[in-house]
Structure formats: structure tokens, C-alpha cells
């Protein structure tokens, strides 16, 4: 079935430091594909992303480009700031029916120290 | 904008212990809505979607069952807990029209 990898954590970073976490999907169709994220003491919320294969995803200075060829939508920020410090998931979409399902990797926390 | 309201925050239950999790919506009406699990150091799991009132999609078999008696209120249960039930349990709603989720702020379980 339909499946998300993410890298495992926590990635501790200084700020302004360039930011990457990685993410790979299988899918047997053409999946959305998601990154949310969870601040402390709140829930998830829609970070950014990308409906079809080159589509790039953009919000908050955080940037991931769909790549069908290597099924990979790594999330990339230039300088990242303390207040980024939250756990990330990385997700796809597998519609059917009226609704659809999300299929979420097993998150990775950020840690950003001043 | 629509808002989904999950509690407990957190809940200790001993095994053999029946379980009733409780989400509400507000802010929309007829939501597609969802029951995830995450357990310790794997990732979201989703068990039950639903549609409309007293439509119930399972995804996984297991010891847990969900209801939606009401357009906006999604229950999820359990008569006998098990050990292997604890985890961080997530209520999520969307549109059917728009793919974005809004999620609750989850309830961390622990069965002892």
C-alpha cells in the first residue's frame, strides 16, 4: 500500500541555519502530497503542498517541490528561526469515494536553538 | 473557520477499561471526519473515516469502534481497552471539496 518515509529526528539546528528534511513516498497512483506541522501544545496544521508531479509548495519561508522521478517532496528552509521549532510531518493523499485519506511518515522533530 | 474540539488532552485507563473519545466540529456542517492513531515512534494511522452521520469507514481491524450520531460529533470507543491501545489519538475534519485538513489537538492515551 501507499506509504510515507521521513528521516528520523530531531534535527537540532542554529538559527539561520539551512534547513532539509527529507521525505520519499510509494504510491500506486498520483498522490498530493503534504507537510504539516505541529507546534507545541497545538494541533497540525497545512504547512505546504503540491498536487502533481514539479508543483512546488511554499509557505512561510519553507519551500518542498513534488519529484515524481525520485518520489521525493523534501522540505527545505534557507534560515531557520526559533519560533520553526515544532515536530513535521510529511503526508500524501490517496482520494477514493467521497472522501480521502491521509497517510502521514512518522514526523520528525526540529529543534532550533538561538 | 472551522475548529475541531478533542478531549481529553490526556488520559491514564487501566486494561479491560472501556474508552469513549469524543470530538466535535464547529464552524462547518456535513465534514468528512477522521480517527488517527499514532503510536510510540510510528506514524500516523488513520482507523476510522466517515462521511456523514452513521457512516463509518474502518481502515484497520482492531479493538476500537467509532460513531457519528451527529453531524458534527465523532466518538470513538472502545468496551475493553488494551495495552496495545495506548497511543496519541488525532480527530481531523475536510471538505469534500477542498483537501484541507483542520485536526484537533489530540489525546494521549495510555492503558495500564
Known amino acids: 500500500g501507499d506509504s510515507v518515509t521521513q528521516m528520523e529526528g530531531p534535527v537540532t539546528l542554529s538559527e539561520e541555519a539551512f534547513l532539509t528534511i527529507n521525505c520519499t513516498y510509494t504510491?500506486?497512483?498520483?498522490?498530493?502530497l503534504f507537510w504539516y506541522v505541529q507546534y507545541p501544545g497545538e494541533g497540525l496544521q497545512l504547512l505546504l503542498k503540491a498536487t502533481k508531479a514539479d508543483d512546488k509548495g511554499s509557505n512561510k519561508g519553507f519551500e518542498a517541490t513534488y519529484r515524481k522521478e525520485t518520489t521525493s517532496f523534501h522540505l527545505e528552509k534557507g534560515s531557520v528561526q526559533v519560533s520553526d521549532s515544532a515536530v513535521y510531518f510529511c503526508?500524501?493523499?490517496?482520494?477514493?469515494?467521497?472522501?480521502?485519506?491521509?497517510?502521514f511518515g512518522s514526523g520528525t522533530r526540529l529543534l532550533v536553538r538561538p | 473557520s472551522q475548529t475541531i474540539h478533542q478531549w481529553p488532552a490526556t488520559l491514564v485507563q487501566p486494561v479491560g477499561s472501556p474508552l469513549s473519545l469524543e470530538c466535535t466540529v464547529e464552524?462547518?456542517?456535513?465534514?468528512?471526519l477522521y480517527w488517527y492513531r499514532q503510536a510510540a515512534g510510528r506514524g500516523l494511522q488513520l482507523l476510522f473515516y466517515?462521511?456523514?452521520?452513521?457512516?463509518i469507514s474502518s481502515e484497520v481491524p482492531q479493538n476500537l469502534s467509532a460513531s457519528r450520531p451527529q453531524d458534527r460529533q465523532f466518538i470513538l470507543s472502545s468496551k475493553k481497552l488494551l495495552l496495545s491501545d495506548s497511543g496519541f489519538y488525532l480527530c481531523a475534519g475536510s471538505m469534500t471539496a477542498n483537501e484541507k485538513l483542520f485536526f484537533g489537538s489530540g489525546t494521549q492515551l495510555s492503558v495500564l
Open positions: 464552524g462547518t456542517s456535513n465534514p468528512n
Open positions: 504510491a500506486t497512483g498520483y498522490p498530493s
Open positions: 466517515s462521511v456523514g452521520i452513521g457512516q
Open positions: 503526508a500524501l493523499s490517496d482520494r477514493g469515494d467521497s472522501s480521502y485519506k491521509l497517510i
